[in-house]
């Protein structure tokens, strides 16, 4: 089992700036890629951007050019930089890992709060 703890979240001020952070433990070897989903009230889950093998990263467009997904292997903690923050960031992130299986299997973290309001 993979266990995920996120933190970092908090109330920011339009165009600032924020890190994520995930940490992870539990059986880390059967974990394929992770990312960072966020969920607005009342809007679906969507992606926010993903690292895979060979560190290769997807983003989101609403996410491109001010948020970086990159990773500390020796302290087994995923990060999520944000930069340049607006108020439609406002939602729930959630740290993922997928175990690249099929059918699809992943865990999920608790999740942190982000604001972003004057």
Same mark, same amino acid.
């Given at each position: 089992?993979?266990?995920? %703890? ?49 560190? $290769? $990263? ?9 948020? $970086?997904?990159?990773? +500390? ?15 439609? +960031?406002?939602? %729930?992130?959630?740290?993922?890992? +997928?175990?690249?299986? %099929?059918?699809?299997? +992943?865990?999920? /973290?608790? /999740? $942190?709060? %982000?604001?972003?309001?004057?």
């Amino acid at each position: 089992q993979v266990q995920l %703890v996120e933190s970092g979240g908090g109330l920011v001020q339009p165009g600032g700036s924020l890190r994520l952070s995930c940490a992870a433990s539990g059986s880390l070897d059967i974990i394929a890629a992770m990312g960072w989903y966020r969920q607005a009230p009342g809007k679906q889950r969507e992606l926010v951007a993903r690292i895979g093998s060979g560190e $290769t $990263t997807n983003y989101a467009d609403f996410v491109k050019g001010r948020f $970086t997904i990159f990773g +500390d292997n020796a302290k087994n903690t995923l990060y999520l930089q944000m930069n340049a923050l607006q108020t439609d +960031d406002t939602a %729930v992130y959630y740290c993922n890992a +997928d175990f690249g299986v %099929v059918p699809r299997v +992943d865990a999920w /973290g608790q /999740g $942190t709060q %982000v604001t972003v309001s004057s």
